[in-house]
């Protein structure tokens, strides 16, 4: 599926979009870590540091590892905080 | 008298010179701590809430907190609090840095302000006491040039809140500047110049001591390393200017007065953008770890940038030229003006000519020049810059054609940058918020940006969040801490009971903290009620009722469930 990075995620990728092949939202980001070791300090396992978050096709945020990924989904990673 | 307070506040009457010290009891510090709580209490206690915010027996409250002087990161803040020009209502705003010492090195917990100076002149508080001094030659000055001139006049030591032009001309919405930050919403730097006060001059020494000095400095050295963590990064790395993209990219970016949440623009104003082509430094107030301040220079100046001002001054006004955007939050800056009700009130004017119901066609979205031209007349009340000083509800009142209905306002106080219809928690928060939409008294928004919620389509579960992130807010206000620490916390209630502890020696609960916000929270409506407040103030223009937003039809927010999370809520608190 294909994955967007926004704000401190996508600073630390140094991308803004990957493709990952992932059945679970826990495997994505075991699968990001392997790929981007800058972002190991906020993937702990196969979660996400609280102070970051994921969004499924925009539309739903998700932290369940278990949460299941369709081929043609979309993953938004973007930092939790949206305070201004 | 607890630990880390000095058990009195500093009453000035400006009108007959009088000055003197009143006691605060052990009981009220406990109940309401400090900052907005305290400086609420001392409102309510003033028994001024029916009088115009603008008149000289109006107060305007200085609060400062037990915390201030530790060595706790982020302590070092105050909060100005008055009833508002602008919503009157209750507003508190809170700023930081060294005014904050200075200010509780004067032997006072708070600083209480009624009356009218004679004179146009400068307040000054010090070891040989209180007196006006002449401020002539800052008449017309901006705040950065008011608070050098002062310091050159009275010692670098002294500290300096002032008002730009702006406050000097009663613009409704116009700020109190300390150190390159403003106490920014609400239009308090109207009341001080309403009170013919240009700037407070500030130096004081005296400190209060701490229950558990070994302990209170164990736990900021803590605080201190997790503000270095991941919890901050955020407002590290990139600053809340990143909120920007994020926003464009989820549809809650408001944009063009609210016509659209997605901005075709906003990358320009991005600060991976902003950064590409100006050099950039950071800077924290005094006594912060985080250093959330991302500065940009164009080679001539440099410009604080906050998520607040590029939506309000970018894609609300549909301006994607980025050294426009950055000189006018620049001008804001130096006028003293808030830059949140600056841009609503601009591109509510903007969208008025569009629809042929204001006569000025120069004023238009995306225009950099009438951008810049509408801040200065604003600042200056000149031309349409007089009726667009009163902020956006009275220049709808005066426009007619239900314009009231586009003004992006609740109680008067213009919306942040969180479009309500695709963030519906958030919706619940500008709508019950006792100052009116505001992003600082509410972080629904953090709901709307979790699993707990589906944004877009919010039920009666979301208010009990709604009402947990208000709490929040009210705590960290009153104690005073930054809200940029709150990720750090594992839990909240019960670290900042352990920090309230260490400071004054009380023996205090979660619980009792929990309970205290709530005190706080209703202490606001106190005030409001007595303001003449009513239940329909709680609601939304009419814009974003039953009409989807333009760039998302499903963010679609009905009045009907307005309504029910607003009985919801007031049910849940008791109302």
Redesign the interface.
């Known amino acids: 599926m294909h994955v ?1 990075f ?3 995620p ?2 630390l990728a140094g991308t803004s979009q990957v493709e990952v092949q992932a059945e679970t939202l826990g495997q994505l980001l075991t699968a990001l870590a392997a790929q981007f070791p800058s972002l190991g ?2 993937i702990v396992l196969d979660r996400l ?3 970051f ?1 994921a ?1 499924l096709n ?1 539309e ?5 590892p278990q949460t299941a990924l369709g081929e043609h989904d979309h993953v ?1 990673i ?7 | 008298m607890p630990f880390g307070y000095h058990g009195s506040y500093l009453r000035i009457d400006l009108s007959s010179g009088a000055a003197g010290s009143v006691p605060l009891s052990d009981s009220v510090l406990r109940q309401y701590i400090g900052g907005s709580g305290l400086g609420v209490k001392l409102l309510l206690d003033e028994g001024t809430a029916q009088l115009d915010p603008l008149a000289p027996a109006a107060p305007l409250i200085f609060a400062f907190s037990p915390l201030v002087g530790s060595p706790l990161t982020t302590s070092a803040k105050f909060a100005v609090v008055s009833k508002s020009p602008l919503s009157e209502r209750i507003n508190d705003s809170l700023a930081s840095s060294g005014f904050a010492i200075a200010g509780k090195g004067c032997g006072c917990d708070a600083i209480v302000i009624v009356g009218r100076a004679p004179e146009f002149s400068v307040l000054v508080i010090d070891e040989t006491g209180v007196r006006l001094e002449s401020a002539a030659e800052f008449r017309g000055a901006t705040c950065g040039a008011t608070e050098a001139g002062i310091k050159a006049r009275l010692g670098a030591h002294y500290r300096v809140a002032s008002i730009g032009p702006a406050g000097e001309n009663n613009v409704r919405y116009s700020t109190i500047s300390h150190d390159g930050r403003h106490a920014g919403r609400g239009g308090s730097g109207a009341v001080l110049g309403a009170k013919n006060i240009k700037a407070i001059a500030i130096s004081g020494t005296r400190r209060t001591r701490w229950a558990y000095p070994a302990e209170l400095t164990a736990l900021s050295k803590s605080l201190s390393k997790k503000s270095f963590g991941p919890a901050t990064a955020k407002y590290r790395e990139l600053g809340t200017a990143t909120n920007l993209l994020t926003f464009n990219r989820f549809g809650a970016l408001p944009t063009r007065n609210f016509q659209s949440g997605t901005f075709e623009e906003a990358v320009n104003l991005s600060p991976e953008q902003l950064g590409a082509v100006r050099s950039k430094t950071r800077k924290s107030c005094m006594a912060c770890t985080i250093g959330c301040e991302h500065i940009y220079s164009n080679g001539e100046s440099n410009v604080r940038v906050e998520y607040e001002s590029l939506f309000a001054l970018g894609s609300l006004c549909g301006v994607g030229d980025a050294d426009a955007v950055l000189r006018a939050s620049q001008r804001c800056d130096e006028l003293g003006m808030d830059t949140i009700s600056t841009g609503g009130t601009i591109a509510f004017a903007m969208e008025c000519v569009e629809r042929g119901w204001l006569d000025e066609p120069w004023l238009t979205f995306g225009s950099s020049e009438a951008l810049l031209r509408a801040i200065e007349w604003i600042g200056a009340r000149e031309g349409l810059g007089n009726l667009l000083a009163e902020g956006s509800r009275r220049a709808a009142l005066a426009i007619g054609h239900n314009s009231i209905s586009i003004a992006p306002q609740v109680k008067g106080l213009e919306i942040p940058g969180y479009e309500p219809r695709a963030l519906q928690t958030m919706a619940l928060g500008f709508a019950v918020g006792a100052r009116g939409a505001d992003h600082n008294r509410s972080g629904a928004y953090e709901v709307d940006f979790s699993d707990k919620v589906d944004r877009r389509h919010v039920t009666l579960d979301a208010v009990r969040l709604a009402i947990e992130t208000e709490d929040k807010a009210a705590l960290m206000d009153s104690l005073i801490i930054c809200k940029f620490l709150r990720g750090v916390f594992e839990d909240f209630h019960a670290e900042t009971a352990e920090m309230l502890h260490y400071v004054t020696g009380w023996d205090i609960t979660a619980d009792e903290l929990r309970e205290t916000a709530q005190r706080i929270v209703a202490a606001k409506r106190q005030f409001n009620v007595l303001a003449g407040w009513t239940p329909t103030e709680d609601t939304l223009p009419e814009r974003f009722l039953n009409t989807p937003l333009s760039s998302d039809p499903e963010a679609v927010l009905s009045r009907h469930r307005l309504d029910d999370l607003v009985t919801e809520y007031h049910r849940q608190r008791g109302w």
């Open positions: 967007e926004l704000a401190v996508r600073r300090e906020f540091h609280p102070s978050i969004s925009g739903q945020f998700v932290s369940d938004l973007l930092s939790a905080d949206a305070g201004g």
